[in-house]
């Protein structure tokens, strides 16, 4: 039987909350002592934003993973204490974002998250969920970031502003979210991207390959098939032995070479820690990554009992010396937010979580579980 635990006490005192799932596939939100604070009753949540997480239900839903939807979706809003502040009343809805919520009022419920449907009428929406301006048939839009929005309108890529104006036309092959009042877009007669400032002007002459978002000014980016740091005035310079970089996150960028072994530089492209882990090795947060070695590991389980689908990699945690302060004995990891982290050690095994000393701190009893979230 499973024990749902409830308190009015924890609803006003608690404001730390992270999606968790439940067998037979309901989500709810958990506090810090692993205690359901909204009970799990959704077939999808998001994780919250400004005080809001989206929530569907769907019908004719089979069974399916973490990012997957499917059926026919009923999307709305709830608040932290659990209460539905914006009824299920769209076919696809976006986590809140400076404001405004993406919402699609009459197209199609994507199969997955990561499949972004241009079908039907796309819209956005303030907090009390009314419409306050629609998009063009055809055209889809996307999550405010940095004061702009991307928006795809036959195959082409441009920017909206607040009031829902075009503010950069749609002429880009492709085109990511403004960070640090700078995006990238790639040029349809090059075919590379290039460095963009909300003028709509391009910065430098960057000429990449691929690309990454910014982070405090840099960004990771393959140019002459070399992978390198561009800074945010558009200067590039190679990373030696790097086949391939990640994102920047805390100060620290993750290396890859081609023998597929992970290490880690510094934004000023020098080797902090050397090539020695795993490919699936993951980014800095909290002081944290966690790496990986190759173990050959039995699993049985059935599929939607994984984080991911790597049964052959186990896991630890190193500092940013590489000293290796959590041992590796993890079947699959997140990544530590607000001290805690979501773990799993054993083939089809529940999810727990950890603390930054690896101390177990939430018993392992979710079919899949994400990270905390501090919720206003």
């Given at each position: 039987m499973w024990l749902l635990c409830f308190s009015a006490e924890l609803v006003a005192q608690e404001t730390l909350l992270a999606a968790a799932q439940i067998?037979?596939?309901?989500?709810?939100?958990?506090?810090?002592?692993?205690?359901?604070?909204?009970?799990?009753?959704?077939?999808?949540?998001?994780?919250?934003?400004?005080?809001?997480?989206?929530?569907?239900?769907?019908?004719?839903?089979?069974?399916?993973?973490?990012?997957?939807?499917?059926?026919?979706?009923?999307?709305?809003?709830?608040?932290?204490?659990?209460?539905?502040?914006?009824?299920?009343?769209?076919?696809y809805a976006e986590p809140f974002e400076s404001g405004f919520a993406l919402v699609n009022?009459?197209?199609?419920?994507?199969?997955?998250?990561?499949?972004?449907?241009?079908?039907?009428?796309?819209?956005?929406?303030?907090?009390?969920?009314?419409?306050?301006?629609?998009?063009?048939?055809?055209?889809?839009?996307?999550?405010?970031?940095?004061?702009?929005?991307?928006?795809?309108?036959?195959?082409?890529?441009?920017?909206?502003?607040?009031?829902?104006?075009?503010?950069?036309?749609?002429?880009?092959?492709?085109?990511?979210?403004?960070?640090?009042?700078?995006?990238?877009?790639?040029?349809?007669?090059?075919?590379?991207?290039?460095?963009?400032?909300?003028?709509?002007?391009?910065?430098?002459?960057?000429?990449?390959?691929?690309?990454?978002?910014?982070?405090?000014?840099?960004a990771s980016t393959k140019r002459e098939?070399?992978?390198g740091i561009s800074t945010s005035s558009g200067i590039f310079f190679a990373v030696a032995q790097a086949n391939k970089l990640s994102s920047v996150s805390e100060g620290t960028i993750r290396m890859t070479n081609n023998k597929g072994r992970s290490g880690y530089c510094d934004v000023a492209g020098k080797i902090i820690i050397p090539f020695q882990?795993?490919?699936?090795?993951?980014?800095?947060?909290?002081?944290?990554?966690?790496?990986?070695?190759?173990?050959v590991v039995a699993d049985t389980s059935k599929k939607q009992n994984h984080m991911n689908e790597n049964s052959f990699s186990v896991f630890g945690f190193v500092d940013k010396t590489g000293k290796m302060v959590i041992p590796q004995r993890y079947l699959d990891v997140r990544d530590f937010h607000e001290g805690l982290c979501a773990v799993k050690e054993s083939p089809g095994g529940m999810v727990g979580y950890i603390n930054l000393q690896g101390q177990l701190v939430i018993a392992p009893r979710f079919v899949k579980a994400r990270d905390f979230h501090l919720v206003e």
């Open positions: 067998p037979g596939g309901k989500w709810g939100f958990i506090n810090t002592k692993g205690h359901f604070q909204i009970a799990p009753r959704w077939d999808y949540v998001s994780d919250f934003s400004e005080g809001k997480a989206v929530v569907a239900n769907f019908k004719n839903r089979g069974p399916l993973g973490e990012e997957d939807m499917g059926g026919i979706g009923e999307f709305g809003f709830i608040d932290k204490t659990g209460n539905l502040i914006i009824s299920l009343r769209f076919s009022l009459e197209g199609e419920t994507p199969q997955a998250k990561h499949e972004m449907v241009t079908l039907g009428k796309w819209a956005y929406i303030n907090p009390e969920g009314k419409v306050v301006f629609e998009l063009e048939r055809g055209t889809k839009g996307y999550s405010y970031k940095d004061g702009m929005a991307r928006f795809e309108e036959d195959r082409h890529w441009g920017y909206l502003n607040f009031g829902g104006q075009v503010s950069i036309p749609p002429k880009f092959a492709d085109a990511t979210d403004f960070n640090n009042s700078k995006a990238f877009v790639k040029m349809k007669a090059s075919d590379t991207w290039q460095l963009l400032d909300k003028r709509g002007s391009v910065v430098g002459n960057l000429n990449a390959q691929k690309v990454t978002c910014f982070e405090g000014g840099k098939d070399r992978w882990f795993g490919s699936d090795s993951r980014s800095f947060h909290e002081g944290l990554a966690a790496v990986s070695i190759s173990a």
